[in-house]
Nanobody
Framework: QVHLVESGGGLVQPGGSLRLSCAAS????????MGWFRQAPGKEREFVVA????????DYANAVKGRFTISRDNTKNTVYLQMNSLKPEDTAVYYC????????????????WGQGTQVTVSS
């Protein structure tokens, strides 16, 4: 069982930045692909970005490309999401998720989920 804990959410003005973190309990973190998803009120959970287990492959949703950056530190069992130039439409609960090895965009393919962290972009 992999336990994921997100942190770093909050309230930020449009154009601002936040960095989310997701810490994993799994000692074999380096074998897990990690993804970030988000869910706004009344909407389905959607893909944001994913990174392969090695960190060598990254896939961004078009809506965040050029503004968000995912990274991972396998020595700290942690994945990060740097979010810049935030927009009101980025407001959502952000979830990190894990699955073995290969990153995908599909919610149902991820085996483990964190509890989520709220990101609100508003003036």
């Amino acid at each position: 069982q992999v336990h994921l804990v997100e942190s770093g959410g909050g309230l930020v003005q449009p154009g601002g930045s936040l960095r989310l973190s997701c810490a994993a309990s799994e000692r074999t973190f380096s074998t897990l692909a990690m993804g970030w998803f988000r869910q706004a009120p009344g909407k389905e959970r959607e893909f944001v970005v994913a990174i392969s287990s090695s960190g060598g492959t990254v896939d961004y949703a078009n809506a965040v490309k050029g503004r968000f950056t995912i990274s991972r530190d396998n020595t700290k069992n942690t994945v990060y999401l740097q979010m810049n130039s935030l927009k009101p439409e980025d407001t959502a609960v952000y979830y990190c998720a894990a699955r073995p090895f290969w990153a995908t965009r599909t919610v149902s393919t991820y085996n483990y989920w964190g509890q989520g962290t709220q990101v609100t972009v508003s003036s």
